[in-house]
């Protein structure tokens, strides 16, 4: 529902203004910024709350308190309560405790305990995370009931919450929290859980029946941890439109197409949003030369030579800037980058990378810095300032993904002025209006199928209109700039969501 058909049917009380009924919310997941975030997810487990809580939603946000929260936060939780929580199939039983920080009208909650969330990463391998995870679906219901905070909806996200909705129409079923209705979150397909049902059954202590096919159970002996949570779930999102449909096909549907075709009539696609105030290019205190778009055609002149300098690439506000800020898998359309890049360096170039991940695109990004020195710049690393400046020293931004569930990376380059270059699939396809030189409308570059040379097209008609039709590129910028990209429409739909689960 549209956000102005919603504030009609909406009741909005006169002293406060708000929406209602207020309806309660915990958020579950694995991420969340400013605490630990290694991509999309934790952006949106901290972004997405923060406007319910403007749309009078009482919001609780758990996760892990792992060992790598910076200690500017740890300091600042507290101690909420502990106790022990059967776990395993033996018995074995586990400390649970909760740690609490309030910020911005949210409360989040840390699930404490040494054993499992150790590790200076989140995610290790799926020996340990595995178990890891099983502990903290039940550990978050559980704290729920310990805290005696019944909310009316848990929304759970990805893989590693997914057991919640399994857990709480099982093992919590006679309990304090039974009421709660579910939404689980589909934020990338490709993670589900996977692994063999002993052990899974172990972790978890679940009940026979639902490692059967419909539930748990796929191949011969494994369980997939998404795919049961998809299964108990009152209601399944993900992150676009676009997406909701392409993962009920073979090609993008992971091995759970049929699985979630089954279950479409509870699914639907609601796109992400980025924190406007979180990347605010006027309030950026990262930047060089911080600008508004009354400001941007000149600022982004001076914030791309410092990103030059920075770099260690040729300072010269006339070359043509693109940046690529990503995990280096193959999702997120590297091989094609990888075949056209040569290709691009011609003078009037340069190309900024900054990511980690698969070992062999790290080392070819690392080649095509040494070949291209003072052209490329390859930041093999996870650095939050730097991706700022990027976004703000960048003329175009490349996001030529296999797949895209939504992708923030495209939304946050439109609100620092920057032009994205993008496959058209999932989110990308959804976000970003492909330029058309005949009636100046459009955000960005796009090319449908997954060709090298559609893309080497794509980057070579934004090169043609940046170097031959400045001012409308520069209109583009601007427009880019004034476009929503806020959490504000999509927020107004969860909230439809939230009541259509509990009138
Ligand atoms: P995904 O969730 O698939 O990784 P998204 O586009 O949804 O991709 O979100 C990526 C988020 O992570 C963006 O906020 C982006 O700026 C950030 N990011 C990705 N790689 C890096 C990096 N190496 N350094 C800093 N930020 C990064």
Same mark, same amino acid.
């Given at each position: +529902?549209?956000?102005?058909?919603? +504030? ?36 949106? +487990? ?28 740890? /300091? ?6 502990? *106790? ?15 740690? /609490?920080?309030?910020? %911005?009208?949210?409360?989040?909650? *840390? ?35 310990? +805290? ?21 129409? $099982? =093992? ?36 026979? %029946?639902? *490692? ?24 399944? $999102? ?9 993962? =009920? ?42 600008? %508004? ?15 030059? /300098? ?47 991940? %698969? ?5 070819? *990004? ?43 990376? =495209? ?19 959804? $976000? ?8 100046? =409308? ?21 090169? $043609? ?39």
């Amino acid at each position: +529902m549209a956000k102005e058909e919603t +504030m009609n049917t909406e009741v909005m009380t006169e002293e406060t203004s708000l929406p209602q009924p207020r309806r309660s919310i915990a958020f579950i997941g694995s991420e969340c910024y400013p605490f630990v975030k290694t991509g999309g997810l934790g952006d949106v +487990m901290y972004a997405l709350p923060k406007a319910l809580a403007g749309l009078n939603c009482d919001v609780k946000v758990i996760i892990p308190r792992y060992h790598c929260i910076p200690w500017e936060y740890q /300091e600042k939780m507290v101690y909420r309560g502990s *106790f022990e929580m059967d776990l395993c199939a033996d018995g074995k039983s586990y400390y649970v405790g909760i740690m /609490e920080y309030v910020h %911005d009208g949210v409360v989040y909650d *840390f699930i404490d305990n040494d054993e499992f969330f150790t590790s200076g990463n989140p995610y290790l391998n799926l020996v340990d995370d595995i178990p890891k995870y099983c502990y903290f679906c039940k550990a978050a219901l559980a704290a729920l009931n310990y +805290m005696d905070w019944i909310p009316d909806v848990i929304h759970c996200h990805d893989w590693q919450a997914s057991l919640v909705p399994v857990m709480l129409r $099982t =093992q919590f079923a006679e309990t304090a929290i039974r009421d709660a209705k579910t939404i689980l979150t589909i934020h990338n397909l490709r993670f589900q859980g996977v692994y063999n049902i002993s052990t899974i059954r172990y972790w978890t202590n679940l009940p026979d %029946d639902v *490692f059967n096919i419909d539930v748990f159970k796929t191949g011969y002996e494994d369980a997939n941890m998404l795919k049961a949570g998809l299964a108990y779930a009152d209601a399944i $999102t993900t992150v676009s439109e676009t997406y909701a449909g392409e993962i =009920q096909t073979p090609f993008y549907g992971d091995g759970l197409d049929a699985h979630i075709r089954h279950h479409s009539g509870k699914l639907r696609g609601i796109v992400n949003g980025i924190d406007v105030g979180q990347w605010d290019p006027k309030a950026d205190t990262r930047l060089a030369a911080p600008y %508004d778009i009354t400001e941007v055609l000149e600022k982004k002149k001076q914030n791309k030579r410092a990103l030059q /300098e920075e770099l260690g690439l040729e300072v010269d506000e006339n070359k043509f800037v693109i940046g690529l800020i990503s995990r280096l898998t193959n999702q997120k359309g590297l091989d094609l980058v990888n075949e056209i890049l040569p290709g691009l360096i011609d003078g009037n170039t340069q190309v900024v990378v900054l990511g980690t991940g %698969d070992a062999v695109y790290e080392a070819s *990004f690392r080649n095509f810095e040494n070949w291209y020195k003072g052209s490329v710049c390859s930041c093999i690393m996870y650095d939050e300032s730097r991706a700022h400046r990027i976004y703000a020293g960048s003329d175009a931004l490349l996001v030529p993904s296999l797949f895209e569930p939504c992708g923030l990376t =495209q939304l946050i380059a439109m609100r620092y002025g920057t032009v994205p270059i993008v496959r058209e699939t999932g989110g990308l396809k959804d $976000t970003v209006e492909p330029y058309n030189m005949f009636y100046q =409308q459009g955000n960005g570059f796009t090319f449908d199928r997954y060709e090298a040379g559609l893309l080497y097209d794509a980057v070579n008609r934004a090169k $043609t209109v940046y170097f031959t039709d400045r001012w409308h590129w520069d209109e583009m910028v601007q427009r880019n700039m004034a476009k929503d990209v806020s959490w504000e429409a999509s927020a107004w739909k969860y909230r439809d969501l939230y009541l259509e689960l509990r009138p």
